[in-house]
């Protein structure tokens, strides 16, 4: 019962990517065939907004709700982001849907979905299996 306000959070943010057609194949499709600037505007829009969100935790030593100190880590340059990268974008363009809204499209009633979801879930268990063996 504790944690109904992220599973309130969850249905929001849903209903957020439904409306504003984030994740909609068709303006997907759109995106990767440049047709379209809508979803190029939202992605960039939020690497702004998460731009400016890191320069005021970091500018203000913001904590967290639970009041412990917001820590955001150097990374350095991995080649294996790269290779994910291009392996995330791939399946994205191929299924026509990011992983993030997987459940948001499931919720929403298009059960095609699933194997895409069900495909996700997989790549994730496979990635755990590999992990050592991989390039961080």
Not at 41 to 67: D, E, P, W, Y
Not at 70 to 95: D, E, H, K, Y
Not at 114 to 127: D, E, N, P, R
Request: hydrophobic content about 55%.
């Amino acid at each position: 019962m504790k944690n109904i306000k992220y599973l309130l959070a969850g249905v929001v943010f849903g209903i957020i990517l439904i409306k504003s057609q984030v994740v909609s194949w068709f303006r997907i499709q759109e995106m990767f065939r440049l047709q379209a600037f809508h979803m190029y505007g939202i992605i960039g829009s939020a690497i702004f907004v998460g731009m400016i969100s890191i320069l005021i935790i970091k500018r203000f030593n913001i904590k967290s709700i639970s009041g412990e100190p917001v820590v955001i880590p150097q990374r350095q340059f991995s080649w294996g982001n790269v290779w994910g990268g291009l392996i995330f974008g791939l399946g994205w363009a191929i299924t026509g849907a990011c992983p993030g809204p997987l459940y948001a499209l499931f919720g929403s009633g298009i059960w095609v979905i699933g194997i895409t979801l069900l495909s996700a879930i997989f790549g994730t268990w496979v990635y755990g299996v590999l992990q050592d063996k991989l390039p961080h």
